[in-house]
């Protein structure tokens, strides 16, 4: 909504965005599942606007889908008035928690510290009632889940690293962590019935590490290896 700190633009978006809000109309009278990449403050304000206008002109009685789990992916800067939005127009965060161990070392002369008190805030949107979707962004970022978990509970790069103005009462707990990369994800993908949790007639995807990544000290996780992965209750993958 402001310049960046270290250029003179407010960003743009890449789509113009009455194509963009026609087709979240057609997608919720359709049931095609919709999520739109805004990581500025004015970028994620303006889709909450369009998520929010979409669905008052397409009530839950017109849509394919009642309840559509629209989403947002990245949500990296948000305004802190606009958090507590999301929960009431039903949006799932999709956010990749990597993001935040590479980009603190650029991130506050970028954005200014003053708006770092809605970077990331992994914590905030979980106590709005909102459920995140974590993901890994790759090829962007490495792709490693041990990685997108630690930087959830920890909030510091792979070196232990955190800096100034990081705000770390934004980290989650491990539980939290575990959900954003299991049940939350499947609930974002309307697939909670068969995947997410380990329950008798789900799908049985899992992976075994060495360490026991929910108890480990911090600096651990990072060092836990896969001992086997199973998909669909099959063994695809065994350590030697």
């Given amino acids: 909504m402001e310049p960046y700190s270290d250029y003179d633009t407010s960003g743009f978006p890449t789509e113009d965005t009455d194509e963009v809000y026609r087709i979240v109309e057609e997608a919720l009278r359709k049931g095609i599942p919709v999520m739109i990449h805004a990581i500025g403050d ?18 839950a009685q017109d849509r394919a889908v009642g309840e559509p789990r629209l989403r947002i992916e990245h949500l990296q800067i948000v305004h802190p008035d ?15 928690p990597s993001h935040a161990i590479t980009d603190l070392h650029f991130a506050p002369s970028r954005f200014g510290v003053d708006r770092l008190a809605g970077a990331y805030a992994w914590r905030d949107v979980i106590d709005s009632g909102v459920i ?6 790759a090829p962007v970022e490495r792709g490693d889940p041990r990685i997108e978990f630690y930087a959830a509970v920890a909030r510091k790069d ?6 100034e103005g990081w705000h770390p009462g934004q980290k989650v707990s491990r539980e939290e962590a575990l959900k954003m990369f299991a049940i939350w994800g499947a609930t974002a993908a309307f697939e909670e019935d068969i995947k997410g949790t380990l329950e008798p007639g789900k799908l049985a995807d899992l992976t075994v590490f060495s360490k026991n990544i ?10 836990a290896e896969t001992v086997m992965a199973i998909v669909g209750g099959e063994i695809v993958y065994r350590r030697p």
């Fill in 158 to 163: 792979l070196q232990g690293f955190q800096g």
């Fill in 42 to 59: 004015r970028a994620n304000r303006e889709i909450m606007d369009m998520y929010e206008r979409a669905q008052e002109a397409v009530p």
């Fill in 82 to 96: 606009d958090i507590p939005r999301l929960a009431g127009a039903g949006i799932i965060a999709s956010m990749e």
């Fill in 214 to 223: 929910m108890a480990v000290p911090e600096d651990e996780i990072l060092d």
């Fill in 132 to 137: 995140i979707a974590g993901g890994s962004d």
